[in-house]
């Protein structure tokens, strides 16, 4: 609780560790669905590549806001000795 308090962050801070999670999550996801949207657009199933594309650019999008979140934490700051 003093950590809250100080405005610190835990590296063991569950929601801190769901975030990066769902940012891995995503970032998997939109690997997969560039896949579908290119072998897709290859078949000539126009529709579902655009569907595809845009899910794996929402996916991607989300990600990076997700890991975005994470590098704005609070560095632990040095103490001088």
Do not use: N, Q
Not at 58 to 80: H, L, N
Request: glycine share 6%.
């Amino acid at each position: 609780m003093a950590d809250r308090a100080e405005g610190a962050y835990s590296s063991d801070d569950p929601f801190h560790e769901a975030v990066a999670t769902t940012g891995l999550f995503l970032i998997i996801s939109a690997i997969i669905s560039l896949a579908v949207a290119l072998a897709s657009w290859g078949a000539d199933e126009t529709l579902i590549a655009i569907v595809a594309g845009f899910a794996a650019l929402i996916s991607f999008a989300t990600s990076i806001a997700c890991f975005k979140s994470e590098a704005t934490e609070g560095a632990p700051s040095e103490v001088p000795a």
